[in-house]
């Protein structure tokens, strides 16, 4: 397919997305769709039953030979030590100051064999960071390029998975992944997703990702599935409080301020940016992501700033109006003692002060059914 | 989608003469159809003086934050209130129960001053 007939590399479903009356845009320099339909209509759809989703714009690495695993102890933060065959976890590329570079997952597919997924902003950045600190007998390639991704997600998404590929995939647990062939293509199926509910994740050839999108919708559709857009996909990611690159995290902010501690094991040996990250849980880190929820109307924004007793402490980096929950809500960095104790935010919106109230933990949870 | 009646704006308001010198306004299914769904409308107060090409107005959809600036210059009457509960009625009927503002016009004549039904379809490409 030639990329001049878009405004932006097309992935190998954008004449599904065209025929389906997608809304188009330019994300990362792909072209995706933002909605079909609606999106509130496609969040309830992955909240009440499923969703399928185009993610053909995430960059996929691969690495293997016998020094692959002490190259990915060294570059990430989570400890892939920990990972047998099978098995994928959430983590971090950091910088020397503990900034994250990108936010990604890993697994292992077998003994000397990684997959990971990065973001479409970050792939060419993450290519070059991590080639310039290979060393050893390994090899990485960037399969972004031969690597479709369709994510199902949703209450019915392990329906759908069955109905497409048998029982072995869909009896995968969270964070597992197994290869399946379906019609004589081969798909690597994981438990893994960005909307809070369960779903899949496949990964196949670009020139099959038609035909499977097609199945996944014919046998998806009598359970109430919609195909679901970016903006479906951003709401989601948020009401889950999950942090989203470029938003809650960048090359200035650690993963310990953003709350992703759970996904960095200073005590594994060392990684770029542990000295750093030592130093800061040491000292307390200066900022922290808080979750929050409006207690007046009023839709935060990304960069609205965020005010306490009178001054500007902290600034929003994600906010939209939740279907799920029916508030608005956000997510913003303030001061750490602020994160811990504060009462009396105000977000300033359109140079009105409109309280909001922090929100431990997550805003909605979701157990498997 | 575009009634014969209505004069519209090429920032994709509409208004309804309504009496001699009231116009009611609200934003077209063109523009709600491109905004997509709306989540929160920020309306003015009753009373407030709106100036003709100032904002007096914000519309919140689920990505995008729009402002929805006043035709004419004068005053404004009453609000839509029910957009407070029900944003939405912006998506449902932007003619009808989705309007957002009665404004008092300093000069009635500003409203024959706005584009025709033909003019905005023209503007909008579906001419």
Redesign the interface.
Known sequence: MTNDAFPAKPTPLVQRHQALGARMIDFAGFWLPVQYTSVLSECRAVREAVGIFDLSHMGEFSFSGPDALANLQRLLTNDAARLGPGRAQYTLLCNEKGGVVDDVILYRLSDEEYWMVVNAANIEKDRAWIQERLSGRVAFHDRSDETALIAVQGPRAEACVKLLAGEEPARLQPFQACTARVDGVEILFSRTGYTGEDGFELYLDPAAAPAIWDRLLGLGQPLGMLPAGLGARDTLRLEAGFPLYGNELTEEISPLAAGLSFAVKLEKGDFTGRDALLRERERGSRLKLVRFEMTERGVPRSGYPIWHDGAQVGWVTSGAFSPTLGKDIGMGYVPLALAETATGLEVEIRGKLKKARIVKGRFLRRERA | MVPEELRYTKEHEWLRLEGSNLARVGITHYAQSEL??V??V?LPEPGDRVKAGGSFA?V?S??A?SDIYSPVDGRIVEVNKDL?NRPELINEDPYGQGWIALIEMDDPRAFEEQLTAAEYREHIGEA
Do not use: L, Q
């Open positions: 997509g769904d989540v929160y920020d914000v919140e689920v990505k934050v407070e």
